[in-house]
Nanobody, 121 residues
Framework: QVQLVESGGGLVQPGGSLRLSCAAS????????MGWYRQAPGKQRELVAS???????NYADSVKGRFTISRDNAKNTVYLQMNSLKPEDTAVYYC???????????????WGQGTQVTVSS
């Protein structure tokens, strides 16, 4: 299984910055991709940013130019640098990993517990 532990959430004023981290641990063969999703109250969970092996990244239109996803493969950790935060960025942010538990196994999705990000003055 893959365990994901997120950190870095909190309360920040509009225009401020936060950096989220998500570290993967456990018994797995390889990680294909990692990403961040968020869910605001009363809304569906949505993709914020993702990265796959090889470095390809993908961002939601609402965060392009403000958020940057990066990955440290040696540490099995993904980061989300969030700048110019807006009140509408307030949500619980979840880390997701797509991994293979053994060489012949299929890819599976694993989720972290989430970290709250609140943007408010």
């Amino acid at each position: 299984q893959v365990q994901l532990v997120e950190s870095g959430g909190g309360l920040v004023q509009p225009g401020g910055s936060l950096r989220l981290s998500c570290a993967a641990s456990g018994r797995f063969f390889s990680i294909h991709g990692m990403g961040w999703y968020r869910q605001a109250p009363g809304k569906q969970r949505e993709l914020v940013a993702s990265t796959i092996s090889g470095g390809t990244t993908n961002y939601a239109d609402s965060v392009k130019g403000r958020f940057t996803i990066s990955r440290d493969n040696a540490k099995n950790t993904v980061y989300l640098q969030m700048n110019s935060l807006k009140p509408e960025d307030t949500a619980v942010y979840y880390c997701k990993s797509r991994a293979r538990l053994d060489a012949l196994g299929s890819l599976g999705d694993y989720w972290g517990q989430g970290t709250q990000v609140t943007v408010s003055s």
